[in-house]
């Protein structure tokens, strides 16, 4: 039951040594959320070697940046609004690509599909809708994205979602709104795949 407290307790401590300049404190900071950090960047439409090198860029801006940390947010949250900034800072170098939204009812949103089941076969799908999500994630405008991304990937509340996207809730919610709509449409052909009846024997 104590255990996030003793987390967070362990990171606030973390954090204050790094404040103070060891780097073998921060050395753990960047060990505990190197992975998220990167496969963010991943999913925010950076390709491997992108997200490596940005994921790079994100912890040496952290390092220099410790001094203006104030901890009114989670320390994960703020290394989101970097990880955010500076992949966006690289896709904007890339040619926009227009993306047309899909037709469909507005106040028709679904939610991303659970985990299908266990077992090998249920590994199988799972893994093939990694790679469906993926694509669909890359078709869509960096902004949605970004939205669906924070919100139902990487499981931060609007609030906080909202304030590493530098906008107002109202505003998030729109795009989340509009994300998860494409994103469905983007996804439906494989949706209506798995919902099918398959062959026995």
Same mark, same amino acid.
């Given at each position: 039951?104590?255990? #996030?407290?003793?987390?967070?307790?362990?990171?606030?401590?973390? =954090?204050?040594? @790094?404040?103070?300049?060891?780097?073998?404190?921060?050395?753990?900071?960047?060990?505990?959320?190197?992975?998220?950090?990167? %496969?963010t960047l991943?999913?925010?439409?950076?390709d491997?070697?992108?997200?490596?090198?940005?994921?790079?860029?994100?912890?040496?801006?952290?390092?220099? %940046?410790?001094?203006?940390?104030?901890?009114? @947010?989670?320390? @994960?949250?703020?290394?989101?609004r =970097?990880?955010?900034?500076?992949?966006?800072?690289?896709?904007?170098?890339?040619?926009?690509a227009?993306?047309?939204? #899909?037709?469909?009812?507005?106040?028709? =949103?679904?939610?991303?599909?659970?985990?299908?089941?266990?077992?090998?076969?249920?590994?199988?799908?799972?893994?093939?809708?990694?790679?469906?999500?993926?694509?669909?994630?890359?078709?869509?405008?960096?902004?949605?994205?970004?939205?669906?991304?924070?919100?139902d990937?990487?499981g931060?509340?609007?609030?906080?979602?909202a304030?590493v996207?530098?906008?107002?809730?109202?505003?998030?919610?729109?795009r989340?709104?509009?994300?998860r709509?494409?994103?469905?449409?983007?996804?439906e052909?494989?949706l209506?795949?798995?919902q099918? #009846?398959r062959?026995? %024997?």
């Amino acid at each position: 039951m104590n255990q #996030p407290t003793a987390d967070h307790d362990d990171e606030g401590a973390l =954090i204050a040594r @790094s404040r103070a300049g060891d780097q073998s404190a921060f050395a753990q900071l960047v060990t505990k959320h190197s992975a998220r950090v990167y %496969g963010t960047l991943r999913r925010l439409g950076l390709d491997p070697q992108e997200a490596d090198e940005v994921a790079q860029e994100v912890f040496l801006r952290a390092w220099r %940046g410790l001094a203006r940390f104030e901890e009114r @947010s989670r320390f @994960s949250t703020w290394l989101y609004r =970097i990880a955010f900034n500076e992949a966006k800072r690289r896709l904007a170098r890339r040619r926009p690509a227009a993306v047309d939204s #899909p037709p469909g009812d507005d106040d028709a =949103i679904a939610a991303l599909p659970d985990t299908i089941g266990e077992g090998p076969q249920a590994r199988t799908l799972a893994r093939e809708f990694e790679q469906m999500l993926e694509q669909a994630l890359a078709e869509l405008p960096a902004d949605l994205r970004a939205a669906v991304v924070l919100r139902d990937l990487e499981g931060l509340s609007t609030e906080e979602a909202a304030a590493v996207a530098g906008v107002r809730q109202a505003a998030f919610k729109s795009r989340l709104h509009r994300g998860r709509m494409q994103l469905r449409a983007l996804l439906e052909p494989y949706l209506r795949l798995e919902q099918a #009846p398959r062959p026995t %024997g």
